[in-house]
């Protein structure tokens, strides 16, 4: 390899690991050995190889796709030309002109073309003028201009012309169009990064537009969107949380000899016992009690935890489900296996009897579970408790959680804050502690951690 | 194996398996690196299919094991043949030795490994099987050998070419997943799905396949619980044939959902979300 191409690897892959991607040596010596057999002048199949050497968990690919934006860019500034086999003219041709390309872009045009079309749209509507005798290139002066969400209603005009509204066509089209905006606006922040990489170098941008890989996005700044993404994280993690749960009983125990079948065995052998069967070890199935903190101060994590339960739900046996603000009720009944997960929530939200006045109380709600649903944890419970631990300077109740703990098999406690932040303010997160193992979990990355530790 | 990823894409073609640039590129480096490939993502948009379409692409002998709870050396590897050893015992004086090659019984993993042809060795759902089986996969992975304590290591007279399938329902060791390529496959875009159901069903008309793999897109856009994979879609399109539909029309999509959606709270969803009739 060329040196100035073996700096941009190494820049590349010291950028991927600033930004939360883990590359081990031996990973980045196999991306250079995948460079010396590809040709590098086709950029995604430069990229494809990047992305099968160094990133091996999908929470890292967005990450990954802007920063290698940044040091392997499409095209660099002057190189655009005006091509007469173009249907439009970029830089000469009406706004409303534009709007009807990018219209007929987003229902099927090609990536190549969304590209071109960007970049020739931050060429001219991007540069803005940033503070006092200052230039920057800007996202947002391009949508103003184009404003392609507007575009929908005149796409359904065109598309469906004739047919019914609202029906399944119109769903098809809104979901086509809605895609395409997003490749367009992805375009055209891709091209604006390198343009402000041109700039002022790539390491400085680099820094500020990666976000942190999905599972170490914290659970009480989470955005909707990353919500959606995550509920498809938290799945395959409650499964293996009851996994884990079940296997510890199963481990070290075969099940009991299955003698007839080792007599039956045994004749081809001329009556040795060579081999002998066992009937199936039964798996202990647990129960699993969820104590969840679902007021407002924690309703990102909430939202988390009652995912979270949702999942739960599907994977255990019997699992009964708590919710509490300053008082508590059952909310079990909202997880029926195979239910509409969204749904559940609304329901949950506008029928469950969780609130009193408002304010955490976890006192008071051990006390009212203690009292209400206390025969719901037996020998055979893994009581999990979700919260925050800040009580509102009410009595903590400490001896009732002592008593619930005591007469369940397994206790875990979860708290969304930074371990730092415990014991601070009105957080009894220490008391607790004492209890009931108390366990950080902010994110996807430490609940998977959480899970291991369970085995 | 391969000359580049284009030849990749064409070869695969040529067994009616639709690649795109990623996975040209991936299968391509996994073959020119001699590194096994992981191909994670969710279940059904053609990762065993991938692996299949390889063996097939360049003649290779397809060598699969699926993983599955419970999966130990005996099963995945080799196994002593105790029958055998047992008649040898009683037939012959004691003394002889009866851990040698004969009563060997090979497994998937052994049977790869010593294959003197040119072999795909498929490990098909990794994530089903325990921790302990990926640290025995682990000496496989990286020297293409196995050690049999009574034999000694046994090395592969020819690298097979690996394929891991993985639905991610439990996370491989980083240990694993170092020494493999990685390849995330995810739904194809409507586009390449549109390809897919004309290479796959080759009587549709290419205006109703494109319907489908628009509609599916939609679908799979809602939060289902299981969203329609690949060859459901391709099941559909087979339907639409077979009831001779020529149109994807809103009833026509409210009677035959069930080829694609198998959760009854899925299809309330769907029919409730794109204001379908009641079927």
């Not at chain 2, 549109?194 to 069903?201: C, G, Y």
Request: aromatic share 6%; hydrophobic share 40%; charged share 25%.
């Amino acid at each position: 390899m060329p040196d100035s191409l073996v700096d941009r690897h190494v820049g590349f892959v010291h950028a991927l690991r600033a930004a939360g991607v883990p590359v081990s040596v031996a990973e980045g010596l196999d991306a250079a050995h995948a460079l010396r057999v590809i040709e590098l002048a086709d950029r995604e199949s430069l990229r494809a190889a990047y992305a099968a050497t160094l990133v091996k968990k999908p929470a890292y690919r967005p990450g990954f796709d802007v920063l290698f934006d940044l040091w392997f860019p499409a095209a660099t500034t002057g190189m655009y030309a005006e091509r007469p086999d173009k249907t439009i003219n970029p830089e000469k041709a009406s706004v409303e002109d534009l709007r009807e390309h990018l219209a007929s872009l987003l229902t099927g045009g090609a990536d190549q073309e969304m590209r071109e079309f960007a970049q020739a749209m931050v060429e001219r509507f991007g540069r803005q003028p940033a503070g006092p005798g200052r230039q920057g290139w800007f996202s947002y002066s391009i949508m103003r201009a184009l404003s392609p969400e507007t575009l929908m209603a005149r796409i359904l005009r065109n598309v469906l012309a004739g047919q019914d509204r609202g029906g399944l066509a119109e769903k098809t089209v809104r979901q086509q169009v809605n895609a395409g905006v997003r490749r367009f606006e992805e375009a055209v922040a891709t091209d604006v990064r390198r343009r402000i990489a041109e700039d002022s170098g790539i390491e400085r941008i680099a820094r500020s537009t990666v976000r942190p890989p999905l599972d170490q996005i914290d659970f009480l700044r989470i955005t909707k969107a990353d919500l959606a993404r995550l509920r498809r994280e938290v799945y395959p993690l409650a499964r293996r949380l009851a996994a884990r749960l079940t296997i510890k009983h199963r481990k070290g125990r075969r099940g009991r000899l299955d003698f007839r079948r080792t007599m039956r065995a045994s004749l081809q052998s001329g009556g040795v016992p060579l081999t002998t069967h066992f009937r199936p070890p039964r798996p202990h199935k647990p129960e699993l009690v969820i104590l969840c903190d679902t007021s407002d101060s924690v309703s990102s994590f909430a939202h988390f935890t009652l995912l979270l339960t949702y999942a739960l739900r599907e994977q255990f046996t019997k699992v009964r489900a708590f919710g509490f603000v300053d008082t508590v009720d059952e909310i079990t009944r909202f997880f029926v296996p195979g239910a509409d997960v969204v749904e559940a929530m609304t329901r949950l939200a506008n029928e469950a009897d969780m609130v009193r006045f408002g304010r955490t109380n976890y006192g008071h709600s051990l006390e009212r579970f203690a009292e209400r649903y206390g025969d719901a944890i037996g020998p055979k419970t893994s009581l999990l408790i979700l919260g925050d631990a800040r009580s509102n300077y009410q009595p903590p109740a400490l001896d009732v959680l002592k008593d619930l703990v005591s007469r369940s098999r397994h206790a875990y406690w979860l708290n969304p804050e930074p371990r730092r932040q415990w014991d601070t303010g009105d957080s009894v997160a220490g008391d607790y502690g004492t209890v009931v193992p108390m366990h950080e979990c902010r994110n996807v990355a430490q609940l998977t951690a959480f899970i291991e530790t369970l085995a | 194996m391969f000359d580049s990823p284009a030849d990749v894409t064409e070869r695969l073609a040529a067994v009616d398996y639709l690649s795109d640039d990623a996975i040209s590129t991936s299968v391509f480096l996994a073959a020119a690196l001699g590194k096994p490939l992981l191909v994670e993502g969710p279940a059904g948009v053609g990762k065993t299919q991938l692996a299949k379409a390889v063996a097939l692409a360049t003649g290779a002998q397809l060598v699969r094991l699926q993983c599955y709870e419970g999966l130990d050396e005996a099963r995945a590897l080799y196994e002593w043949n105790y029958k055998k050893q047992l008649l040898r015992i009683q037939a012959t004086s004691a003394d002889d030795d009866i851990f040698s090659e004969e009563f060997l019984l090979e497994r998937p993993l052994l049977k790869a490994i010593r294959s003197a042809n040119p072999t795909v060795l498929l490990i098909d759902e990794t994530d089903k099987a325990d921790v302990e089986v990926e640290g025995l996969l682990l000496e496989l992975l990286s020297d293409f050998q196995v050690t049999i304590p009574e034999l000694g290591t046994i090395a592969a007279t020819r690298r097979p070419y690996v394929v891991l399938t993985s639905n991610a329902t439990r996370e491989l060791s980083e240990a694993l997943k170092r020494r493999c390529l990685y390849l995330h496959l995810e739904y194809p875009t409507p586009e390449r799905e549109r390809d897919i159901v004309l290479s796959q069903v080759p009587t549709i008309r290419a205006d109703l396949a494109e319907q489908l793999a628009r509609t599916v897109a939609t679908l799979r856009a809602l939060e289902l619980k299981k969203a329609p994979s690949v060859a459901e879609t391709v099941d559909w399109a087979n339907t639409l044939l077979a009831l001779g539909r020529e149109e994807l029309d809103e009833a026509t999509v409210a009677g035959t959902l069930g080829v694609v959606l198998k959760h009854a709270s899925d299809q309330l969803r769907a029919v409730k979300e794109l204001g379908l009739p009641d079927a």
